[in-house]
């Protein structure tokens, strides 16, 4: 089994900025000349979260609105200036893993990999990829 490590970096414009890193993550599965086995996806930060989902921009304006709700920005937290970005980065994880077939992200038709911004400025944000397989 092989195993090749790539990471890549980008701005992010502030709270709930949402990115489609699919292109990114291709590239570098297609670099690492791997055929089958797994892409792992995994955003180093406290405050960013990695979502498959639909790049629709109705749908991102609804997990904003998610994410706000369950923790809204003026709550009465412990962390100084920025425990909801915390809160929101915990609820959902800062890793994916994708099955790699042909060379290509087995992605369904409607999944883009996309990382959240949770954090209250602009950040530049790095992403590790790992793939493992043949
Ligand atoms: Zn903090």
Redesign the pocket.
Known sequence: MRVYTESFSFKTRGPIDIIDITGNVQKIVTKSQIKNGIAHIFAPH?TGIIVLTENEENLLNDIRRLLEDLVPEGGNYA?P??AH??LRSLLLPPDKTVPVVDGRLALGTWQSIMFIETDIYPRTRTVIVTVMGE
Do not use: E, K, P, V
């Open positions: 406290a962390h200036s920025n970005a915390h």
